[in-house]
């Protein structure tokens, strides 16, 4: 099955500067990327997407970019403030109207300080 | 629009009890999951359906068993508990016919101790 790593599990940066976390997938067949932010105590929610057919997708502060080649997409954060301090989790899954079952990375706790 | 309940929202069970969580979602989604999430692991698929009355076995079923008699409902259930299965547990659902959006939207968690 599908096995997602996700890197850092912990990044501190300071407000303002921007933050960058990293995941590598294993299915090739995989080709539904989602980014879900996690607040303590909250349920997650996602915060950006993005389909195989893309390879960069941009949100205001936030983007996402893949590499089908390579097996593995990223969340860039830009101009960061204290309320983007969560945990952020990515996921992989294969669109294929059998449930589109998300596999999920291990989780980066982001911590933005004043 | 209450989009995805859970009930209960804290539940402390002795070893060997057994119990229901209840997910509810109004959004008309075919698709509806049961994770489970434990420090340091991420979100672990337990069970999911692709429709009512279907079910099946995500990543680490052992333990639970699920039903989706109705459409907006899908419960999982531990038959006999066990301390390994002290977690925090969310349902999600997804996916309504004929509209691209993929994605799944989280109930709020139970937070299930046992003892």
């Known amino acids: 099955g599908e096995n997602v790593e996700q890197h850092p599990s912990t990044l501190s940066v300071q407000e303002g500067d921007s933050a960058v976390i990293k995941c590598t997938y294993s299915?090739?067949?995989?080709?539904?990327f989602p980014w879900y932010k996690q607040e303590l105590g909250k349920r997650p929610q996602l915060i950006i997407d993005i389909r195989s057919n893309v390879g960069e997708k941009k949100d205001q502060r936030i983007a996402v970019t893949l590499n089908k080649t390579a097996k593995h997409f990223s969340l860039h954060i830009t101009e960061t403030q204290p309320e983007d301090s969560a945990v952020y989790f990515c996921a992989a899954a294969i669109l294929t109207g059998g449930g589109n079952k998300l596999t999920f990375g291990t989780g980066t706790q982001l911590k933005v300080e004043l | 629009n209450a989009g995805v309940t859970q009930t209960p929202k804290f539940r402390v069970l002795k070893t060997g009890q057994s119990m229901t969580l209840l997910c509810a979602q109004d959004m008309n989604h075919e698709y509806m999951y049961w994770y489970r999430q434990d420090p340091g692991m991420g979100l672990r698929l337990i069970h999911y359906s692709v429709g009512e009355g279907t079910t099946a076995k995500g990543e680490v079923p052992d333990g639970y068993n699920v039903s989706r008699l109705k459409k907006q409902n899908f419960l999982l259930g531990l038959e006999s508990a066990a301390p390994s299965q002290t977690s925090v547990y969310f349902c999600?659902?997804?996916?309504?016919?004929?509209?691209?959006?993929?994605?799944?939207?989280f109930g709020p968690g139970t937070r299930l101790t046992v003892l």
């Open positions: 299915d090739s067949a995989s080709n539904y």
């Open positions: 999600a659902s997804s996916y309504q016919p004929g509209r691209p959006y993929n994605e799944q939207f």
